[in-house]
């Protein structure tokens, strides 16, 4: 047992979110608690995100302030997590004379072994090596005392599709799958303390199971859960579009528990910056897999993921990626510049479409998307919609929750609702990113 107090900064992800809350229990374990701030902390990780430049830069801001933190208390352990500490390795030790731990994403299960060491020897460590088998993907969320009404559940980690912009599958590793039954535990622990939904992580959760020998299947997956009584939603992301297929959709439909959205990321509309991704499918080929989904799962909503600036996008490329979101029609997307991510191919590739275009490329992708999120917003006027209430803000004593769709749902007044309560909800406003309701007669 250690005791004192540590304090997690987390960037990127849902899967980083998670992971963040892995390390919390197992620091917690030892008998430590949360601290306020890096200041008061007698252990700090930055767990990092690498997937975008953005993230990458703010990490090396927050190591910056750090270091004052660190001077003043010098048997402060610091670490930093995730996939700048992956890429990095020991050059972060060597750049951050003040970091403690470099610890790889395939290591988290060590943290407090390492953080026992580095105070007893005052070693400073990097712990990086991917290996067959990685511990925290088997550990159960924290749930702690309290019922989580919505809670994230791991099924797999690392990706093994190489997109030539993505630095996923150098800083997590291949796929690797969490048994089914490790995650029937988790899913049946969760809402044995009074959870509602759960949302299944992964890279890639279309190709679960396939690295496990006679390995279930996603559906398979879904199936089984959907048979766990008080599991009233089961979301997951994020899925890929090739590994897409009609097992998946009929899973979609028939099962009550499973949500109707999908994120789906798209990327591109022009095909030859398609194959330059390495993404595996053409625009017809993802556009089928859209129409055969909301054949079999009427109402789903689609959500995906944009890329503009690709190198060599053409201003005739990016105008067949406008015109597949208003053929599309997605409920929302994240779209984002492209930026070069070190090690990656397409950081080597010729043709880097200037910032400037990035930019204005960026701004007319969400011009467009936001009118016809708007859209749907303003169509979902006057329809009612089944809201899982998530909280009640302290301040307004509205509530918050989300429609099956993922849409968010403000409730203009909140009496006798309950976090956790499965309402009935009449929409009566369509906002820019929101929807505003109350309880349906
Ligand atoms: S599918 Fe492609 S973009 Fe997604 S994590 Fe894997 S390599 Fe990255």
Not at 37 to 65: F, M, W
Not at 381 to 389: F, I, K, Q, Y
């Amino acid at each position: 047992m250690f005791g004192g107090r540590y304090y997690i900064e987390t960037y990127g992800c849902q899967m980083n979110e998670h992971d963040s809350q892995k390390m919390s229990a197992l620091l917690e374990e030892l008998g430590m608690t949360e601290a306020a701030s890096a200041d008061q902390a007698d252990v700090v990780v930055i767990n990092t995100c690498s997937v975008r430049e953005k993230p990458e830069h703010k990490v090396y801001s927050a190591l910056g302030t750090l270091k004052a933190a660190k001077t003043r208390n010098p048997a402060m352990v610091t670490v930093v997590a995730g996939c700048v500490a992956q890429q990095e390795r020991d050059k972060l030790l060597k750049r951050v004379s003040h970091l403690d731990i470099v610890l790889g994403t395939h290591a988290i299960g060590e943290l407090p072994a390492l953080v026992g060491r580095v105070r007893e020897t005052g070693e400073r460590i990097s712990c990086t090596d991917f290996r067959g088998e990685v511990s925290s993907l088997h550990m159960h969320a924290p749930i702690g005392g309290e019922a989580r009404i919505c809670s994230y559940v791991t099924i797999m980690q690392g990706c093994s599709n190489f997109c030539s912009y993505c630095v996923v599958p150098f800083t997590r590793g291949p796929e690797m799958s969490r048994p089914e039954r490790d995650v029937i535990d988790e899913v049946r622990g969760i809402v044995a303390q009074g959870g509602k939904e759960v949302t299944l992580l992964g890279q890639n959760v279309n190709a679960y199971g396939k690295d496990l020998e006679q390995g279930p299947s996603f559906s398979h997956l879904l199936r089984q859960l959907d048979r766990i009584e008080g599991l009233r939603r089961v979301r997951f992301t994020t899925s890929h579009p090739k590994d897409f297929d009609e097992g998946l959709a009929s899973a979609m439909a028939d099962m009550a528990s499973v949500c109707e959205h999908i994120h789906l990321p798209l990327q591109s509309g022009a095909d030859n910056v398609l194959r330059a991704m390495k993404r595996s499918y053409d625009y017809a080929a993802y556009r089928e897999k859209v129409r055969l989904l909301r054949q079999k799962v009427p109402g789903v909503a689609i959500t995906a993921d944009m890329i503009v600036g690709f190198p060599g996008e053409s201003e005739a490329d990016f105008q067949q990626t406008l015109a597949a979101l208003e053929e599309i029609r997605f409920d929302q997307i994240f779209s984002f510049k492209f930026s070069p991510r070190p090690g990656t191919d397409a950081s080597r590739l010729p043709d880097q479409v200037p910032e400037d275009v990035k930019i204005a490329r960026l701004a007319r992708v969400h011009q467009i998307q936001e009118a016809i999120t708007s859209g749907y917003h303003l169509a979902a006027e006057g329809t009612t919609a089944e809201v899982l209430v998530e909280e009640i803000k302290q301040q307004t004593g509205q509530a918050r929750g989300r429609t099956r769709t993922n849409k968010v749902v403000n409730l203009g007044a909140s009496e006798g609702i309950l976090p956790g309560d499965l309402v009935r909800v009449e929409i009566v406003r369509g906002l820019k990113h929101s929807l505003l309701g109350k309880k349906a007669d």
